[in-house]
């Protein structure tokens, strides 16, 4: 798996950057690759492909299912289809790259592609953690405020807080790259993971650069956690409100509602946590790929499965849109064949 990682890391030096009046312009980077084997590079890229297609394939089916079908037209299932927008971008940002590097067997991203990897990676999993806060409250509203919930979560209020996380995390994404590409690399190009992770790039960064990157990290984290600690608020408050429903139905379907996204929320934080929060180590072991795939790509691919299997009017929805797609292409078979 890294045979030739001694010598990528020579001639990356030598070759992938130049001296410029005494400082180190950085021009490309070198990926980890997940094999030198070219069969094995093969099998990699056909995985990653299917898992790719079956994300791509469950999110827009669930953002077709709830454009198409007017009875989810509610606050609940338009953050849902953002989330769904933002799990489609979130795994282009990885898995597309990774695959290319596998087929034409090379490991080199430019600087700028770097850079765009960095801020689409943060813009998507900050819009995706700030949709998840939201639809909290959305949850906390229905069930803790039902009578108030058609004035507090109408139409525009909600397309009000979409597009507050959706711009809010656009500038701070931008202001942390920013700060993430200001350090200076002196410490090679191989970055040790299968795309532009921050914590591999920091450890190329100059000692004396990462001081205003840690900073930033600790906001990132305290940020994360005022979220966190919302959705936990949240959910006491739902769970308290649920326990004195009289009737056991009523108590079934409060649960159906909340569950799929408590699960979601769970699983994002976990593969986060576990990947960013775990120790660094100076040589990259085959842990450190497979926790950046859990938390890259199966949230994306979870999500929909979640919402889909856990809710009866989506899943409705669902079954209604293939039945309807199956039916058009076998009323179009029969036109032609006529």
């Known amino acids: 798996m890294h045979g030739d990682l001694g010598k990528s890391r020579t001639t990356g030096k030598s070759v992938l950057r130049k001296k410029m009046s005494n400082q180190t312009t950085m021009t490309e980077f070198l990926l980890l690759g997940f094999s030198d084997v070219p069969d094995l590079q093969i099998l990699y890229f056909v995985v990653f492909l299917g898992l790719y297609l079956i994300s791509l394939l469950e999110n827009l089916l669930i953002i077709t299912a709830i454009a198409l079908d007017h009875h989810l037209h509610t606050p609940m299932y338009f953050f849902l289809m953002n989330l769904s927008i933002l799990d489609l971008g979130s795994i282009s940002v990885t898995i597309p790259k990774s695959m290319a590097n596998s087929l034409m067997n090379t490991r080199s991203i430019s600087y700028a592609g770097c850079a765009a990897q960095v801020f689409l990676i943060f813009f998507f999993a900050s819009a995706d953690f700030a949709i998840l806060t939201i639809m909290a409250y959305d949850r906390y509203t229905a069930i803790c405020q039902p009578l108030n919930y058609e004035t507090v979560m109408n139409r525009r209020a909600c397309v009000q807080m979409a597009a507050s996380a959706w711009i809010s995390v656009l500038l701070y994404s931008a202001v942390h790259t920013g700060n993430t590409f200001a350090i200076s690399f002196c410490g090679g190009n191989i970055v040790e993971q299968f795309f532009c992770e921050v914590p591999q ?138």
């Open 201 to 338: 790039l920091l450890k190329l960064a100059c000692s004396d650069s990462e001081i205003s990157e840690a900073g930033f990290l600790i906001f990132s984290v305290c940020l994360a956690s005022s979220c966190f600690i919302f959705i936990i608020v949240s959910y006491v408050q739902i769970f308290t409100t649920v326990l004195r429903i009289p009737s056991e139905q009523g108590r079934h379907k409060a649960f159906s509602t909340c569950l799929p996204h408590l699960i979601v929320v769970s699983l994002f934080i976990c593969t986060g946590t576990f990947a960013y929060l775990k120790p660094t180590s100076s040589s990259t072991s085959g842990l450190d790929l497979v926790v950046a795939v859990l938390y890259s790509v199966l949230p994306p691919m979870m999500n929909p499965i979640i919402y889909g299997m856990r809710n009866k009017e989506l899943k409705g929805a669902l079954s209604k849109l293939i039945v309807w797609r199956l039916f058009s292409k076998n009323k179009m078979s029969l036109f032609l064949l006529q």
